[in-house]
C-alpha cells in the first residue's frame, strides 16, 4: 500500500534542493496551493519575514522568509492558557511583512475552524485581519479544511509602519 500511495506523489513543488513530489491536486490540493503561495511570494524582494496560519514552516523554508515568531505552530499548545495573547504581544513588537493563512485539517485537535476563539487563533487572526491587507486567495475559505484554500496578506503601513531600523 505504501508504495502505491508514493507512486501517486507526482506533482512537484519547489525548485532545485528543494524540489519535492505530493499527491495532484485532484487527490490532495494541498500542495497545489503551497506551490502557489510559494511563487507569489519568492517574487517578493528579499529579507521580508512570513508568518503562516495555522502552521506552515515548509512555506517559510521555500520562500527563505523567517517567521518573527519562534513557535512553528499557532494552536493547542503555543495558543492555550494565554499563550496566544503573549504571541500577539511578539508580533506587535516584529509584526511579519506577509501573513499566509492555509487552510489545516485540526480537529485531532478539538478545532473545527481555526480562530473560533482566543486560545484558537482568534486573537490571531482578528490582529491579523486589522492589520492586513489581502493581495490574492487561492481555493476556498483557509478557515474550513473542507474547502482547502490560502490567502496572501501583506502588512498595511498605515497601521503597522515599517520600524526604524537601528543605527
Known sequence: MAQFKHRLQTYSIGQGADQFFTYPPGIRPTGELVREVTDYLRRQPTGQ??????????LNYLTRMPSP???FFYFAEATEGGREALLLDTLEQHPPDWVVIISRDLRQRGIKRYGQRPGQGKLLLDWVM??????CAFGGDP????????????RNPLKLPDKPKPT
Open 69 to 71: 515568531l519562534a513557535p
Open 130 to 135: 486589522a492589520n492586513y491587507n489581502i493581495q
Open 143 to 154: 478557515l474550513d479544511f473542507r474547502q482547502s484554500g490560502a490567502i496572501i496578506l501583506h
Open 49 to 58: 519575514t512570513l508568518l503562516v496560519l495555522p502552521e506552515g514552516e515548509m
